[in-house]
């Protein structure tokens, strides 16, 4: 599948096809569904206790912190654990204690993609609509926490106590570990989305390319 849409049938634009409506809602449902179950559940369960997120207190304390808990194992040699933090920031926790400036980034994008999905897609061009599901509910799932509890529920450590060699730090970073950031679905879902949306445009370049240099 490409961006490009199929000569061999009639292809409205976006907005107009049922099919496309339904592919965006689809995949928008389920992953922001998924990401917010496994929220709600790393929540609950992760630590000791349940922890309960009073969304005054994290709204007074852009700093605010979590109580210290042991996390969970869940891939061996230090793949995988789970480790609740809350983020102020956006992506991996980029942007600490800017929480107004990313919802409104985040309801600009959306809106933007929104657009895109509308005027700059065809009704066959699949992988754009599952693209940009993707990116809706990457940013709408962290959005919700913003706006519910003042902050993003992240709980995914990769590569816990791997260390770079040398001592090397990433920029911004206090510590020496190769993957120091945690994580959630909404952080994924986000990512794949930009990544599937560039790789999907860069072969529909190649293709039309490889098009007219054939027909020249």
Known sequence: MSLTPSASQIDLPAWKS???????????????SIDLATKAWAFHSVADVPVVLDRETILHDAWYRLPAHAGVEVLPWGLLDFRLVLNHGAVFGIGQGSRMTFILFTIAATTAALL?????TRASMRLAHCAIALILAGGLGNLFDRMQYGAVRDFMYMLPGWN?????????????????WIFNVADMSLLAGMALFIWGSWNADKVAAQTSKHAA
């Open 116 to 120: 895109l999905f509308a005027r700059g």
């Open 18 to 32: 049922l099919a496309a409506w339904r592919r965006l809602v689809i995949i928008f449902v389920v992953v922001t």
């Open 164 to 180: 770079l060699p040398l001592g090397w730090q990433w920029p911004g970073c206090e510590t020496s570990e190769v993957f120091p």
